[in-house]
């Protein structure tokens, strides 16, 4: 079984203070259905170690077209809500598969109630409030339509952020997932102070810290696995997701579980 890295990113604003201080989430994006092979197991042995206070899924954990290992991964991922929050935001084969389930995959709507039944929130162009003391974070997820996935790269039209999910509050920490990181700036004019991704899968095969290849084909993707900041200062954290799907290729790219620690600004 494959081993999974650990990558720990560590979180300041000052929208936070002593309340929020340490509070962990784990991320989790691009497992698709595990047909990669990684210990799932020891990725939960990890998270325990962890011990987060929420878990964040960016999309992809399944896959659309194929039905194969689906029991293992809901088992893990159910295993995962009876101790931990999990709010799971669609990828783009999660979408596909609610948007036209006799194309993409008869199964996933079942499977999705299932999930939602076992505890596991699923945010689709909603926000829930993460409260402790007198703090909140407002927790989005985006869907985003399929042909912001195509290789022509279209342009993301002003307004539609707020279309999806409504006008953000500034005066509060936004947090959202959004499993596409190529339209990062669109995310942030939204107003999202962090936004965690996947999707890129590391750029499949990496030379030093630089992905080769996109998901969608594009070669050397800007957005393919580490903390990027906007010129705003807002900030977004890519993992390299956990597995593959139609070529089971990952070189120079172990699986990534991600770590985020969020500390007050002093």
């Not at 990558?7 to 047909?35: P, Q």
């Not at 999202?192 to 084909?217: C, E, M, P, Q, W």
């Amino acid at each position: 079984m494959r081993k999974t890295d650990v990558t720990e990113y560590v979180i300041t604003s000052d929208k936070f203070n002593e309340e929020f201080e340490g509070y962990k989430f784990a991320l989790l994006t691009d497992l698709h259905a595990n047909g990669y092979g990684i210990d799932l197991h020891y990725v939960n042995k990890i998270i325990k170690e962890q011990k987060p206070d929420a878990i964040l899924i960016a999309g992809d954990m399944f896959n659309k077209c194929d039905d194969r290992n689906i029991t293992d991964t809901s088992n893990f991922l159910c295993a995962l809500a009876n101790h931990y929050p999990v709010f799971y935001s669609l990828g783009n084969h999660e979408y596909k598969m609610l948007l036209d389930p006799e194309r993409y995959g008869m199964y996933f709507p079942a499977l999705y109630r299932y999930l939602m039944n076992n505890g596991i929130c699923f945010l689709e162009d909603e926000t829930v409030y993460l409260d402790k003391g007198t703090e909140r974070i407002a927790l989005s997820g985006v869907s985003i339509d399929e042909v912001f996935y195509n290789f022509n790269h279209p342009v993301m039209g002003s307004g539609l952020m707020e279309k999806h999910l409504g006008v953000a509050d500034r005066k509060m920490f936004n947090l959202l997932l959004a499993h596409n990181p190529e339209y990062f700036i669109n995310y942030a004019k939204w107003g999202a102070d962090l936004t965690l991704s996947g999707h890129v899968h590391g750029g499949i095969v990496r030379i030093g810290k630089a992905g080769v290849l996109s998901t969608n084909g594009t070669p050397f993707p800007k957005y393919d696995g580490n903390i990027y900041m906007s010129k705003s200062g807002k900030k977004m954290i890519v993992s390299r997701g956990m597995g593959t799907h139609t070529v089971k290729v990952r070189i120079n790219n172990r699986p990534e579980l991600v770590i985020v620690k969020i500390l007050a600004k002093k």
